[in-house]
């Protein structure tokens, strides 16, 4: 099993930036693809950005250019930088990887972008 932590969300003007972290436990070993997804009030959970074990990278259009998806493979951990945030960034912001065959999820991190 593997358990994710997410952390670094908060309250963030427009324009700001946030960084976001995911720590990774259990059988991390078997981690493939890590991502990151977000879920606004009302909408469906949708992906911002996913890295694989061989580190590339994809991103949602509505992001591209402004969020950056990185991870290090020596302490189990992925992160996602997010500049020049914009209102519609609003949302909880979740970790996700898949290892053997299974997926797992962290509990979410609320990242608001308000003036």
């Known amino acids: 099993q593997v358990q994710l932590v997410e952390s670094g969300g908060g309250l963030v003007q427009p324009g700001g930036s946030l960084r976001l972290s995911c720590a990774a436990s259990g059988s991390i070993f078997s981690i493939g693809t890590m991502g990151w997804y977000r879920q606004a009030p009302g909408k469906q959970r949708e992906l911002v950005a996913a890295?694989?074990?061989?580190?590339?990278?994809n991103y949602a259009d509505s992001v591209k250019g402004r969020f950056t998806m990185s991870r290090d493979y020596a302490t189990n951990m992925g992160y996602l930088q997010m500049n020049s945030l914009k209102p519609e960034d609003t949302a909880v912001y979740y970790c996700?990887?898949?290892?053997?065959?299974?997926?797992?999820w962290g509990q979410g991190t609320q990242v608001t972008v308000s003036s």
């Open positions: 890295i694989t074990s061989g580190g590339s990278t």
């Open positions: 996700k990887s898949e290892a053997s065959g299974f997926v797992y």
